[in-house]
Structure formats: C-alpha cells, structure tokens
C-alpha cells in the first residue's frame, strides 16, 4: 500500500523565494497534518485539514506561511518569502478518522540559504 | 513528553536484551497515546497506540504501558535487534475532539550487536 507521499524530498533555495511542499495522503484518509521538525523545538503542528477543510492553522508561524488542500489526494504549504529560520524538515501525515492514528510520509528537508 | 532540545536521551541495550522507553505526558484529560519510531532521514512510523480506559496494549514484540495516576506511558521492546535503533517518540491527543497530538522530545534507542 502506498502511504504518505511528500515532494520534494529535499529543496534547497535562497532566502526570499517562494517555496512549495506538497503531499499525497494516504487514499482513503481524510484528515491531514502539516508539521516542521527541528533539532530544538522537535515535532510542531502547523496546520490540519478535514475533509479538505482547515480547521486549526494556529500553529503556522506567519503570514509567510500558506497551506491549501483543494481536493482530497492533494495539499500544499507554501512559504513565501522564504527565510533561513524556516529550514526544517517538514513532514505531512493523514489518517482514517478520530481516534485513529496519523501516518506520516518521509518529509521535505528544507534548507534556505 | 518534556523537550529536551539539542540533547535527546539516549538508552542503550545490547542485542538480545528488553529496552523500556520512559514518557511522562502533560495534559490529564488526554485520552489517546502513540508510540511512533523515526529512523534517520524518514518521518515517524506508528509503533503501538492505547487508549486511555487501557492500561497495558500487546503487539508484536512491544508492549504499551498508561498510568494515568501518575502521567506515565512506557514503550517495552522485548528482544531488542539492531533494527529497532531510531528514535522513539511519544504522542497523546488533548483535544477532546480528537485531531491533535502532541509530542514529546524523543528518546534515543542505540542497540550494540
């Protein structure tokens, strides 16, 4: 089964450009999650969708940062500009419902330079 | 789980040997509990989850065990192998809607052969 696809797998880009991370969930899945991974502050929860609708973006740190899911085998987040404190690793994950676990895909390293 | 930042704890076993990865959770009204492992350069995987009118979930080769009383949740990997080195997180859902998960810092597994 295919699980969680996540494109690119690595980017890496010069501060001020627009960068696009996008993600396939897991078919049948209707809640996704963006999260940002780093060495100090770990696993965060940027935003999640259900049913290709928003319902929580309180943890995307700007403006900056956009997240869309305009049907439900594909979402994307968007930084525009880009700055050198946004490289992480981002990571999407779907699951089935409530109560039921997320699935994560491999991630995006981002480094903007 | 508390972050720990730059500095994850690290438990190291030999080959062959059981390994318990301790987690003590923040929010008393959480009521689902994951145990993900991430090996290098890929996102989490789901290990094991429990629920909170549980106190102890079986799988295959690893044990979840909730103490509500106290916070507490351990991962137990019996016969541990080279394969389950990565880094084990925990995760409880707070949100009494069920789409959040918040996870703790993480632990390093390293098993010497």
């Known amino acids: 089964d295919a699980g969680v696809i996540q494109s690119p797998r690595h980017e890496v880009t010069e501060m001020g450009q627009e960068v696009t991370l996008r993600c396939k969930p897991i078919s049948g899945h209707n809640s996704l999650f963006w999260y940002r991974q780093t060495m100090m502050r770990g696993l965060e929860l940027l935003i999640y969708f259900n049913n290709n609708v928003p319902i929580d973006d309180s943890g995307m740190p700007e403006d900056r940062f956009s997240a869309k899911m305009p049907n439900a085998s594909f979402s994307t987040l968007k930084i525009q500009p880009s700055e050198p404190r946004d490289s992480a690793v981002y990571f999407c994950?779907?699951?089935?419902?409530?109560?039921?676990?997320?699935?994560f895909g491999d991630g995006t390293r981002l480094s903007i330079l | 789980g508390e972050s720990v930042g730059l500095h994850l704890p690290t438990l190291s076993v030999q080959e062959g040997d059981n390994s318990i990865i301790n987690c003590a959770y923040s929010?008393?009204?959480?009521?689902?509990f994951i145990w993900y492992k991430q090996e290098s350069g890929k996102g989490p995987q789901f290990i094991i989850d429990i629920r909170s009118n549980m106190d102890k979930r079986q799988g295959q080769r690893v044990t979840v065990l909730l103490n509500k009383t106290v916070k507490h949740l351990s991962l137990q990997i019996a016969a541990t192998q080279p394969g389950d080195s990565a880094v084990y997180f925990c995760a409880e859902n707070y949100n009494n809607a069920g789409n959040m998960l918040t996870f703790g810092g993480g632990t390093r597994l390293m098993v010497k052969p």
């Open positions: 994950a779907s699951r089935t419902g409530e109560g039921q676990p997320q699935h």
């Open positions: 929010n008393s009204a959480s009521d689902y």
